[in-house]
Nanobody, 124 residues
Framework: QVQLVESGGGLVQPGGSLRLSCAAS????????IGWFRQAPGKEREGVLC????????YFVDSVKGRFTISRDNAKNTVYLQMNSLKPEDTAVYYC?????????????????WGQGTQVTVSS
């Protein structure tokens, strides 16, 4: 059974940090590209960042460059999203997703497996 489980979300003040985790099971994790998406209230889901099987990362949102980083630990079947200098506009439900492809994509249509999401709220 395929599972992607996100964790690490919560309420943080502007300027704070969070690290999200995405724990995977049920598929050949090391072979997949893993992306992080987010969906804010009233907005469409957007790709944020992705890491492929070669550990190359791709940003899809300019506003997170220099603040967010992605990493993966294939031994633990886990991908991490480190978010620093958080802003209120980063508030959203964050989802991880897996795509059986060599290169990252920012389109949700290219991803086969999805987690349930974790809420990130940036507010004072």
């Amino acid at each position: 059974q395929v599972q992607l489980v996100e964790s690490g979300g919560g309420l943080v003040q502007p300027g704070g940090s969070l690290r999200l985790s995405c724990a995977a099971s049920g598929f050949t994790f090391y072979y997949y590209s893993i992306g992080w998406f987010r969906q804010a209230p009233g907005k469409e889901r957007e790709g944020v960042l992705c890491i492929n099987r070669s550990y190359d990362s791709t940003y899809f949102v300019d506003s997170v460059k220099g603040r967010f980083t992605i990493s993966r630990d294939n031994a633990k079947n886990t991908v991490y999203l480190q978010m620093n200098s958080l802003k209120p506009e980063d508030t959203a439900v964050y989802y991880c997703a897996a795509a059986n492809r060599q290169y990252c994509s920012g389109s949700s249509r290219d991803y086969t497996y999805w987690g349930q999401g974790t809420q990130v709220t940036v507010s004072s």
